[in-house]
């Protein structure tokens, strides 16, 4: 079935550095990328997500590129800092079903 | 606040027994997701309604079921109930397409 491999599933990264998580998709038919934040204890939260069109989409220290024929699709997180230690999570969606990738633990020493 | 209700926001409850979940959508939402996280884990899917209808499902037990009213709130219900049914469940809802979903605060469910 379709599914979202999702690497690291670790990261360690030292404040002020910037940190990559990087995704694969399954189904030729999603087109929707999102990416969500998830802090110890809380709901996920949409940060960022990019549709198929698109190629890249920037918010600040966020980033999300898509490579729709190789059916990858990446968060940039740059100049890191100590709030952004979180779970972070994407996922591909289509019209019919979004499936969530397992997550990455993003942690930033100070 | 995401505008996504849940309740209760804590349960416990012994093995054996059943328990239901409640989930208010945001306003003008018709889509509801259930999801499963376990202690350190992923979110699992467990189903999706839209407008009423049973839309997809996921790694749903057989022992779980929901259904979403026409008011749109939306009940989980997890019956004969095992040690490792504990775990948190979040409702999300969205609007039409593919969109973004907005989470609940959780249920915390803890079986004894």
């Known amino acids: 079935g379709e599914n979202v491999e999702q690497h690291p599933s670790t990261l360690s990264v030292q404040e002020g550095d910037s940190a990559v998580i990087k995704c694969t998709y399954s189904d030729s038919a999603s087109n929707y990328f999102p990416w969500y934040k998830q802090e110890l204890g809380k709901r996920p939260q949409l940060i960022i997500d990019?549709?198929?069109?698109?190629g890249e989409k920037k918010d600040q220290r966020i980033a999300v590129t898509l490579n729709k024929t190789a059916k990858h699709f990446s968060l940039h997180i740059t100049e890191t800092q100590p709030e952004d230690s979180a779970v972070y999570f994407c996922a591909a969606g289509s019209y019919d079903k979004v499936i969530f990738g397992p997550g990455t633990s993003l942690s930033v020493i100070p | 606040d995401s505008g996504v209700t849940q309740t209760p926001k804590h349960l416990i409850t012994a093995t054996g027994q059943r328990v239901t979940l409640r989930c208010s959508p945001r306003?003008?939402?018709?889509?509801v997701y259930w999801y499963q996280q376990s202690l350190d884990q992923g979110l699992q899917f467990l189903i999706q309604?839209?407008?009423?209808?049973?839309?997809a499902k996921g790694n749903i037990l057989e022992r779980f079921s929901a259904q979403q009213f026409p008011d749109l709130h939306s009940e989980l219900n997890l019956s004969s109930l095992e040690l490792g049914d504990s775990a948190l469940y979040f409702c999300a809802s969205s609007g039409p397409g593919p969109s973004p979903q907005y989470f609940g605060p959780g249920t915390r469910l803890t079986v004894t």
């Open positions: 306003s003008g939402d018709l889509s």
């Open positions: 309604y839209y407008n009423g209808e049973e839309r």
């Open positions: 990019i549709r198929s069109n698109v």
